[in-house]
């Protein structure tokens, strides 16, 4: 039904930029409504954590680590939501995932279907 597909993931010095994009694809002809949409990320032993996130009316939440450095954006026409990282740290290091709550129809008219997808996850590396 939906999917999440990311990039933007890679390897870079400290101090240095990456932005990261998650597109849903969906069946042609269906309609898809993109709630609560964001980043996690899951570095080597620990736990997933929020990264960022943000509503459909963009109120948007950050994990202190990243305040002041990260920004999330999203469009809702395109169901696309963004994370542009800068001054990257060594434990900014991890897999990255987007994550987002969606709402889709088949076809216009159908049931709807509540559900909450994850993507791939894409590897971002902080080292010198």
């Known amino acids: 039904q939906v999917q999440l597909v990311e990039s933007g993931g890679g390897l870079v010095q400290p101090g240095g930029s990456l932005r990261l994009s998650c597109t849903p694809s969906?069946?042609?002809?269906?309609?898809?409504?993109?709630?609560?949409m964001g980043w996690y990320r899951q570095a080597p032993g620990k736990e997933r954590e929020l990264v960022a996130s943000?509503?459909?009316?963009?109120?948007?939440i950050y994990a202190d680590s990243v305040k002041g450095r990260f920004t999330l954006s999203r469009d809702n026409a395109e169901n696309t939501v963004s994370l542009q990282m800068n001054r990257l740290k060594p434990e900014d290091t991890g897999v990255y995932y987007c994550n987002a709550d969606y709402i889709y129809y088949s076809y216009s008219g159908a049931e709807p279907i509540v559900g909450r997808v994850w993507g791939q996850g894409t590897q971002v590396t902080v080292s010198s």
């Open positions: 943000a509503t459909r009316d963009r109120s948007t």
């Open positions: 969906r069946t042609p002809g269906s309609i898809l409504i993109m709630n609560d």
